[in-house]
């Protein structure tokens, strides 16, 4: 089935150690979206790419970075994590505007 | 700048009731696309079902069906013959016609009791 893939499903992480994120998926869509999901709360979106234009959100940390080496790859890379990094973390895709999205997983990231 | 409202953090209902969700939202637009989104405990999120702003006609999708009103900006969802597997965290979504981009609800999380 096509789908989208995230890993690791769980992720511990020191505090101040770089920790990245990935993201495949085999529906062949042209967006890829980054969220940033705290317990009880609607996702936040971090970042997308359009193809391959990176689109950043006006509030989204310097500390977060993204990369979209291919169409199906797409991974998040937190430089510095914080206490505050702690959540859940969505990969979504969508074909072009119209299309829903259709989401990962997630990843839990811990910060120690 | 648009806004979705979802006034309901959390509902319960009994097994094979009927329960509705609602939604509101705000834009100055008259092309959209609402969406309600279901995420189950620890589980991925998933939608359940897609409004086309320009179609009067109402979405449904077995069981859940939707209450669209335009003009009152209302996008409600109701669960027929609801389920244990319909417990989860439930998200109204939109998007502007040729945005890609969601806004999110805050979510209501609905608990079928058995």
């Known amino acids: 089935d096509a789908m989208v893939i995230q890993n690791p499903r769980y992720q511990v992480t020191q505090f101040g150690k770089p920790v990245t994120l990935s993201c495949s998926q085999t529906?062949?869509?042209?967006?890829m979206y980054w969220y940033q999901q705290k317990s009880s709360q609607a996702p936040k979106l971090l970042f997308h790419?359009?193809?391959?234009?990176?689109?950043n959100e006006a509030d989204t940390p310097d500390n977060f970075q993204s990369r979209r080496p291919n169409t199906s790859f797409c991974f998040l890379d937190i430089r510095s994590p914080g206490l505050g990094d702690a959540a859940m973390y969505l990969c979504?895709?969508?074909?072009?505007?119209?299309?829903?999205?259709?989401f990962g997983d997630g990843t839990r990231l811990s910060i120690l | 700048a648009q806004t979705v409202t979802q006034s309901q953090p959390e509902m319960s209902v009994q097994e094979a009731e009927t329960v509705t969700l609602s939604c509101t939202y705000d834009?100055?637009?008259?092309?959209?696309?609402l969406f309600w989104y279901k995420q189950p405990p620890s589980r991925q999120m998933i939608l359940v079902i897609r409004?086309?702003?320009?179609?009067?006609q109402n979405a449904t999708e077995n069981r859940f069906s939707v209450n669209f009103q335009k003009a009152a900006k209302s996008f409600s969802l109701k669960i027929s013959d609801s389920q244990l597997g319909d417990t989860a965290m439930y998200f109204c979504?939109?998007?502007?016609?040729?945005?890609?981009?969601?806004?999110f609800g805050t979510g209501t999380r609905l608990t079928i009791i058995p």
């Open positions: 979504a895709t969508s074909r072009g505007v119209e299309g829903p999205q259709h």
């Open positions: 529906l062949n869509h042209n967006v």
């Open positions: 790419y359009y193809d391959k234009d990176f689109n």
């Open positions: 834009t100055s637009e008259s092309n959209y696309y």
């Open positions: 409004q086309e702003a320009y179609k009067q």
């Open positions: 979504a939109f998007t502007n016609f040729g945005n890609e981009k969601l806004t």
